[in-house]
């Protein structure tokens, strides 16, 4: 599997994210899309990802795996900060 399926979440509208993940199994063909997203985004990717399996894509796609994880990383101040991170990997039924 390529990067290309995969779907960053971030500040953009929540509706892009939705019509990413459709049209990555739609337009594209793709066979999984991976949602992926940190800190206080993982909200917003657990719902992308219902929504794109329970409004759009129903029956067709299923959660095949959550991935849960920490990365450690250098603030603007030079703090070390750990952010919480999460990949849901959404696979065709």
């Known amino acids: 599997m390529t990067e ?14 939705v019509t990413g993940v459709v049209m990555q199994f739609t337009t594209k063909n793709a066979d999984e899309v991976i949602v992926k997203a940190r800190g206080k985004f993982i909200s917003r990717a657990v719902d992308v990802s219902e929504v794109a399996m329970k409004r759009f894509l129903e029956g067709q796609i299923k959660v095949k795996d959550i ?15 750990r952010v919480s991170t999460i990949e849901i990997t959404l696979v065709r039924v």
């Open 67 to 81: 991935v849960i994880d920490s990365e450690e990383f250098q603030n603007s101040e030079g703090k070390q900060v």
């Open 4 to 17: 290309d399926n995969s779907i960053f979440i971030g500040n953009k509208p929540f509706m892009n994210y």
